[in-house]
């Protein structure tokens, strides 16, 4: 059995999956908590996320074949070190070596969205490399190439939020302007459709709808640098699939819909492009799939990560 935890900014979403070799592996058990914020009461919600889930199975935690934690921001894989994860307050963390101490069982650490980038080949059987592409408060990808994680020799591969696409656009809060995730993501649907909505990317699809011309073109610039973020990694990695996942996709085809149609008309000025058959290549990822913490479990069985000591 492999536990896989994906600690989000708010919640511990947690499985766990058969150590059977299955390509799908599909989660026998899910527990959620919240992630509490700080380095102790992160670790303390995680060990207990752990205890639950070893309960549920009936497995004993020191039994497990591996626990693998998704986190957002800065991992180290290849340590278990959390560089930063300013949502959940950790700063330099060596979030890995603690969890295998209190738990007794190996621990690999991968960044959220690598996780669910992984997650996703396994539970939907993709053939191939991928791409996740990850439309949440903010923009970035996951890449599965060849059946490995990619993660870059900074841990920044797939990170194309923070390619700039417009020299005039919106300052973005990594220092640069006009950055993809400025015009493309969650906080960009915000910024271009300011309500009080709980979810202002919904609301500006709705008033689109009903024709505001405003929201109209404010939903233009949105589907556009989505469909930008599909041809960049299209043109970067040529993977065979991308999934988009995230807060966002939960839009399904009101925001699919107009995407494919950005597609086509890229495809419409450039026969390149055309060649190229994105929109073919673009699918959802399943509501309710807990990629991220699936593959989180999977990365316990990914060859490349040296597990963390265990020292108890
Ligand atoms: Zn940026």
Request: aromatic share 2%; glycine share 12%.
């Amino acid at each position: 059995m492999r536990l896989g935890l994906d600690i989000g900014g708010t919640k511990i979403d947690a499985v766990a999956v058969a150590d059977d070799g299955a390509r799908s592996p599909r989660p026998v058990h899910r527990v959620r908590l919240p992630s509490g914020f700080g380095t102790d009461e992160v670790l303390d919600n995680a060990v207990e996320a752990a205890r639950r889930l070893s309960a549920l199975t009936g497995v004993p935690l020191g039994r497990l074949a591996s626990v693998g934690v998704g986190v957002p921001g800065v991992v180290d894989a290849t340590t278990g070190r959390v560089g930063h994860a300013v949502n959940l307050g950790l700063v330099d963390t060596a979030l890995g070596d603690e969890l295998a101490r209190r738990l007794g069982v190996p621990v690999r650490v991968e960044n959220d969205v690598n996780a669910a980038a992984l997650g996703a080949w396994h539970a939907m059987s993709l053939q191939g490399s991928i791409a996740y592409l990850n439309l949440g408060t903010g923009l970035a990808a996951g890449l599965v190439l060849d059946g490995q994680v990619r993660r870059g020799a900074h841990g920044a591969a797939g990170e194309i939020g923070h390619v700039p696409v417009d020299p005039a656009g919106a300052w973005c809060a990594c220092g640069q302007r006009g950055c993809l995730e400025t015009v493309a993501s969650g906080s960009a649907a915000a910024r271009l459709w300011p309500t009080t909505a709980l979810h202002p990317a919904r609301a500006l699809l709705d008033a689109a709808a009903d024709g505001d011309h405003l929201a109209v073109q404010a939903r233009r610039t949105l589907v556009d640098g989505v469909a930008q973020a599909v041809r960049l990694l299209a043109l970067t990695v040529d993977v065979q699939t991308i999934v988009v996942g995230g807060g966002m996709s939960a839009l399904g085809d009101e925001l699919m819909g107009p995407v494919r149609e950005a597609l086509a008309h890229q495809a419409a000025a450039s026969s390149f492009i055309a060649s190229l058959d994105l929109a073919s290549r673009l699918v959802l990822l399943p509501a309710g799939l807990p990629a991220a913490a699936v593959g989180a479990a999977m990365a316990g069985a990914q060859a490349d990560l040296v597990p963390v000591a265990t020292l108890s």
